[in-house]
């Protein structure tokens, strides 16, 4: 189930990333700041009332002459009418009523998606009812809010939420392996579909996703079902897709949330830009399995090193995942595109993989028995006991006297000793220290 996109919509000065840093609140930080990893904010998550979602940062506005803060307006209008699924049209309740903010209103009211109305700035009583010249919008009833002192945020909320989709089942079978290609454009994502589909049984052609962001295709190999999430194909028929990378960014990452395995496609001739890592930071961070595959093989001159010069690279560049398998391929000459499905096969039962209490108590035992952990200005971490917590990712709750007493470098260590025991080649693992109570 993908999470509902709430964007912010509005000319500029009205305040929208005031909001919008106020909706942010604190990221979940699953993963720590690794060196590697970039972080930008085109979305941020946010919940409410036990619905989480995202909020698009639809980017601020130069201001330049009227015309082209118009011409931006619209654009953005139009990104945000194809990207949400709630607009939240904001305008400024200090300054009133603006010629600008009825043409935005008209744009806005020829889309057919929900639009909530909020009138900020409004930071005391006496402003209130500033808020009643803004019903000339028709845009119904407005919301009175005041981003920068955090006022009737909670009011806002809840219209916003009404429009929310409801909540789905789960659209595939549990056993179902649902995998994107994701990658930079021109990397050969749909060349790669094509190939991986063209030599598979397809059960339904062209399954519109539940968003109209990515593609589905479903198809069925060895008895094995599979729903390849196919974004790059739906980028080539939108217009306004062509021209913002960031949004191409914001619907890879709604992929990879909706599958088991992300698969990052990377140009072989091109070798790895700064986006890529930037793409498989959003997978990791989503506690997906990953497998890195480098195409256009058949381009690249080589030499029987090439292909081992061209891992370490990876391997140097992606130092947080050095558990994905790497495979080179080439679309055009098919050259081992079979070996795709059957690694994405593997990761994802990596992903999945269940390990008895007894079993990981005897890895870290045996561990620990090995390197004990080191002391810390006299104390000694112990370590009671461990148990897997979940799965996709795999994660295990490791249970000692003091989490105080748990270093980075024995945590990794730990890690260590659980992959090789296991081989989750494929899938990151989660630890959590506990204090055992
Ligand atoms: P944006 O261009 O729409 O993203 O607007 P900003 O968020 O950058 O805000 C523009 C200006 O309005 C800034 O100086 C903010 O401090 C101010 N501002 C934003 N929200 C409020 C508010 O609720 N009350 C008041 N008085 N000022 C606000
Ligand atoms: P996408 O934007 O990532 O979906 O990339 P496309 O699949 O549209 O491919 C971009 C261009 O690269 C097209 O011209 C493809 O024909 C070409 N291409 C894709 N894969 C390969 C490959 O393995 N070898 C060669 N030589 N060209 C490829």
Same mark, same amino acid.
Request: hydrophobic share 40%; charged share 30%.
């Given at each position: 189930?993908?999470?509902?996109?709430?964007?912010?919509?509005?000319?500029?000065?009205?305040?929208?990333?005031?909001?919008?840093?106020?909706?942010?609140?604190?990221?979940?930080?699953?993963?720590?700041?690794?060196?590697?990893?970039?972080?930008?904010?085109?979305?941020?998550?946010?919940?409410?009332?036990?619905?989480?979602?995202?909020?698009?940062?639809?980017?601020?506005?130069?201001?330049?002459?009227?015309?082209?803060?118009?011409?931006?307006?619209?654009?953005?209008?139009?990104?945000?009418?194809?990207?949400?699924?709630?607009?939240?049209?904001?305008?400024?309740?200090?300054?009133?009523l603006?010629?600008?903010?009825?043409?935005?209103?008209e744009?806005? +009211?020829?889309?057919?998606?929900?639009?909530?109305?909020?009138?900020?700035?409004?930071?005391?009583?006496?402003?209130?009812?500033?808020?009643?010249?803004?019903?000339?919008?028709?845009?119904?009833?407005?919301v009175?809010?005041?981003?920068?002192?955090?006022?009737?945020?909670?009011?806002l909320?809840?219209?916003v939420?009404?429009?929310?989709?409801?909540?789905?089942?789960e659209?595939?079978?549990?056993?179902?392996?649902? +995998?994107?290609?994701?990658?930079?454009?021109?990397?050969?994502?749909?060349?790669?579909?094509?190939?991986i589909?063209?030599?598979?049984?397809?059960?339904?052609?062209?399954v519109?996703?539940?968003?109209?962001?990515?593609?589905?295709?479903?198809?069925?190999?060895?008895?094995?079902?599979?729903?390849?999430?196919?974004t790059?194909?739906?980028?080539?028929?939108?217009?306004?897709?062509?021209?913002?990378?960031?949004?191409?960014?914001?619907?890879?990452?709604?992929?990879?949330?909706?599958?088991?395995?992300?698969?990052?496609?990377?140009?072989?001739?091109?070798?790895?830009?700064?986006?890529?890592k930037?793409?498989?930071?959003?997978?990791?961070?989503?506690?997906?399995?990953?497998?890195?595959?480098?195409?256009?093989?058949?381009?690249?001159?080589?030499?029987?090193?090439?292909?081992?010069?061209?891992?370490?690279?990876?391997?140097?560049?992606?130092?947080?995942?050095a558990?994905?398998?790497?495979?080179f391929?080439?679309?055009?000459?098919?050259?081992?595109?079979?070996?795709?499905?059957?690694?994405v096969?593997?990761?994802?039962?990596?992903?999945?993989m269940?390990?008895?209490?007894?079993?990981?108590?005897?890895?870290?035992?045996?561990?620990?028995?090995?390197?004990?952990?080191?002391?810390?200005?006299?104390?000694?971490?112990?370590?009671?006991y461990?148990?897997?917590?979940?799965?996709?990712?795999?994660? +295990?709750?490791?249970?000692?006297?003091?989490?105080?007493?748990?270093?980075?470098?024995?945590?990794?260590?730990?890690?260590?000793?659980?992959?090789?025991? +296991?081989?989750?080649?494929?899938?990151?693992?989660?630890?959590?220290?506990?204090?055992?109570?």
């Open positions: 189930m993908p999470k509902p996109v709430v964007a912010i919509v509005g000319r500029p000065n009205v305040g929208k990333s005031t909001l919008f840093n106020r909706l942010a609140g604190e990221r979940i930080a699953i993963v720590e700041d690794k060196p590697g990893i970039t972080r930008d904010r085109i979305y941020s998550n946010s919940e409410w009332l036990n619905r989480s979602f995202h909020i698009i940062d639809t980017g601020g506005i130069e201001v330049g002459s009227d015309d082209e803060i118009l011409l931006r307006i619209r654009e953005q209008a139009e990104l945000a009418m194809q990207e949400a699924n709630v607009i939240i049209f904001l305008v400024d309740g200090e300054a009133g603006t010629s600008t903010d009825q043409e935005v209103a744009i806005l +009211f020829k889309s057919r998606k929900p639009v909530v109305l909020a009138v900020n700035k409004l930071d005391n009583p006496e402003r209130l009812n500033n808020r009643f010249d803004f019903y000339e919008l028709g845009l119904g009833d407005p009175a809010i005041s981003a920068g002192h955090g006022i009737g945020i909670g009011d909320l809840e219209e939420v009404k429009h929310f989709p409801p909540e789905e089942e659209e595939y079978s549990p056993e179902t392996v649902k +995998f994107a290609l994701i990658g930079r454009p021109n990397v050969g994502k749909s060349s790669l579909v094509n190939a589909l063209g030599e598979e049984r397809v059960l339904v052609s062209e519109a996703g539940t968003t109209r962001d990515a593609i589905d295709t479903p198809f069925q190999r060895e008895g094995q079902d599979f729903v390849i999430i196919d790059a194909g739906m980028r080539k028929r939108g217009k306004v897709y062509e021209t913002t990378e960031k949004y191409s960014v914001l619907r890879a990452l709604r992929a990879i949330e909706r599958s088991d395995v992300a698969v990052l496609v990377i140009n072989g001739e091109e070798g790895i830009i700064e986006q890529d930037r793409i498989a930071g959003y997978a990791l961070e989503e506690g997906k399995a990953m497998l890195i595959v480098v195409n256009k093989w058949d381009l690249v001159e080589k030499d029987d090193k090439t292909a081992h010069r061209f891992e370490q690279q990876i391997r140097k560049e992606f130092p947080f995942m558990w994905a398998p790497v495979l391929v080439s679309a055009q000459t098919k050259q081992r595109v079979p070996r795709i499905i059957e690694l096969l593997k990761v994802a039962e990596n992903h999945a269940r390990i008895s209490t007894s079993t990981v108590n005897s890895v870290i035992e045996d561990a620990v028995m090995m390197t004990p952990p080191p002391t810390d200005k006299g104390r000694k971490l112990r370590i009671n461990a148990t897997q917590v979940a799965v996709k990712p795999p994660s +295990f709750a490791i249970f000692v006297n003091d989490p105080e007493l748990m270093h980075f470098s024995y945590e990794r260590f730990l890690e260590n000793r659980i992959r090789d025991a +296991f081989g989750f080649e494929g899938t990151p693992i989660r630890l959590f220290i506990r204090k055992k109570s």
